[in-house]
């Protein structure tokens, strides 16, 4: 090996264009999509479809909302081949969806890819070759001029092939193969030299597909390399400049996001980023990238978990946890401060009540994607009382004053440390029962209780069990909890003095509940929580504070 391995490369070159555009504008609307799961990702698994699974991903891609999908390479063989024929003979083309065959530049392939489309509606032959110079050196051994001629007399027979299917309405797409790596001046070569052949209109005009076959620099070097290219194209108006990306340096989705700000009009990938090596551009996740900023992208993302379910069903691949929008722990926060802040996003957008999405850390409405919000704040020991209180409101409906929470969070901790796994709401709904709420071996057990007197100077009269035994106790104040104090005061319990009080409704109607929280201070200067519930919020209130004796 080299000391320095880094020395075996070298850095992609710049791209003379001091004026680009691209950097200050934005994109402000969808671009074309084209969908090549069926081709590209299909190519790219060890174990390719079966007409089933193809079929299955056919049918959520035209759910999805996508107009021009990419169904298979006809000239592979039997099985891809009777698959697109099958989709246009049993007419399960829908009549706004236009299919895509991909096909080298020989006479013999670009002839079955025309078979396989016989009798369609509407139909798109993508016709490509590599014109790069490690291709044209290494691959093919051939010159510039030659390269040039196989992409001329492609293009001659889907001429002419089109003019044998008259009743289709044909359209075409020219790649020049490895465009990331290849000269800017000759791709532009190639692909007027396809033009002249073809001659596109602006009203039938021809899609100039232009890949990062592989991902060779940064992504604004690609948006560089797009602008250049629709700068020096000829009769710009009748060319449609579509984007292939792939992702052998991450960049995919930035990629592609970059080539529409710099200009193209259409963007090629799979759903879920599926294809060779690291995988071609994530179509959900620039179309949902778009969505964030205000921009409709025209794809129905609306349930991501069928769209999840279906790819991984078809493409026997796994969607990453953490993949963006669509992995099961990207709206899931596990840290305390994270959790914090999120449950206040929630309570501020619910006050605030109008339709702005701005919740920390939450980029997107998880419900705009068919995804639950309990979901959204897990717990584990990493978590905090922010986020096991987000818990208790979402499963039980308790709304925990600020330093409650701080105190049964340390409970929940503790058994996070103790379990050394996540808690579900099942796990710390139990814990937050057996530390506030009443247990068979509570002192102080609440039977029965009345209260009178006026205004100001009230009387609470209880039964109450206390170590076993029932009596009936009773205490005076200005209100029920003073008395209900001043009754375990003169029976053996604790000397409580009240801190904070709060109570809230949990549901409406008949089946709603009353909850109530008391915070008390002891003798010894320590600090107990009682919680309450109750049908009756009185009722609530006096069970608080024997909650909290009972912590005394």
Not at 135 to 155: D, L, N, P, Y
Not at 454 to 473: K, L, M, N, T, Y
Not at 506 to 516: C, K, N, S
Request: net charge negative; aromatic share 8%; with cysteine.
């Amino acid at each position: 090996m080299l000391r320095d391995p880094s020395t075996k490369y070298r850095p992609f070159p710049t791209i003379a264009l001091p004026d680009r555009t691209w950097p200050a504008k934005t994109i402000t609307q969808a671009p074309r999509w084209l969908s090549t799961d069926l081709r590209d990702g299909n190519q790219a698994l060890i174990d390719p479809m079966d007409a089933e699974k193809k079929t299955r991903l056919f049918e959520l891609l035209c759910k999805v909302g996508l107009k021009e999908i990419e169904v298979g390479f006809p000239s592979a063989g039997a099985t891809e081949f009777d698959f697109i024929s099958g989709l246009v003979r049993q007419d399960r083309i829908p009549d706004d969806v236009t299919v895509q065959v991909l096909t080298q530049s020989r006479r013999d392939l670009i002839e079955t890819s025309f078979a396989s489309l016989t009798g369609a509606r509407t139909a798109i032959v993508h016709l490509y070759n590599a014109v790069s110079p490690a291709w044209r050196k290494i691959v093919f051994g051939m010159t510039r001029e030659e390269v040039k001629r196989i992409a001329v007399e492609g293009a001659k027979v889907l001429r002419d092939e089109a003019a044998k299917q008259p009743d289709t309405r044909w359209q075409f797409e020219y790649s020049p193969e490895t465009f990331s790596t290849a000269e800017l001046d000759f791709s532009v070569e190639v692909c007027e030299a396809v033009m002249a052949v073809l001659c596109p209109t602006p009203e039938r005009p021809i899609i100039l597909n232009l890949p990062a076959t592989v991902e060779c620099a940064t992504p604004n070097v690609y948006a560089d390399q797009i602008e250049w290219f629709g700068r020096h194209i000829r009769n710009r108006d009748s060319v449609v400049i579509s984007l292939h990306t792939h992702n052998d340096r991450g960049t995919g989705v930035a990629a592609a996001e970059l080539g529409l700000m710099a200009g193209a009009d259409r963007v090629e990938g799979c759903l879920l980023g599926n294809g060779e090596r690291t995988g071609n551009c994530d179509l959900v996740t620039v179309a949902l990238n778009m969505y964030t900023q205000g921009v409709d992208p025209g794809l129905d993302l609306s349930d991501i978990d069928a769209v999840v379910n279906t790819i991984q069903y078809c493409t026997n691949l796994p969607v990453h946890p953490r993949t963006p929008y669509a992995g099961d722990l990207v709206f899931t926060a596990f840290s305390g401060s994270h959790q914090d802040a999120i449950k206040k996003g929630f309570a501020a957008q619910a006050e605030r009540n109008d339709s702005l999405w701005e919740v920390p850390y939450l980029p997107i409405d998880p419900a705009d994607l068919g995804r639950s919000y309990e979901a959204v704040i897990r717990v584990n020991s990493q978590s905090g009382k922010g986020g096991v209180a987000w818990v208790i409101e979402q499963d039980k409906g308790l709304k925990l004053p600020k330093r409650l929470q701080a105190d049964f969070s340390r409970h929940v901790q503790a058994l996070a440390d103790e379990t050394s796994r996540e808690l579900n709401a099942a796990d710390i709904w139990g814990r937050f029962e057996a530390t506030y709420l009443p247990r068979g071996d509570d002192r102080f057990v609440l039977r029965d209780y009345e209260e009178t007197g006026q205004a100001g100077q009230r009387v609470f009269v209880g039964r109450v069990a206390v170590d076993g035994e029932e009596r009936s106790i009773s205490g005076r104040g200005n209100g029920l909890i003073s008395g209900v104090i001043d009754a375990l005061a003169g029976s053996t319990g604790p000397a409580l003095e009240v801190v904070d009080y709060s109570e809230h409704a949990i549901g409406h109607g008949a089946d709603a509940q009353a909850a109530a929280y008391v915070e008390c201070r002891l003798a010894d200067g320590r600090t107990v929580f009682g919680v309450g519930l109750d049908t009756d919020i009185a009722t609530a209130s006096v069970r608080a504070v024997l909650s909290a004796a009972n912590r005394g």
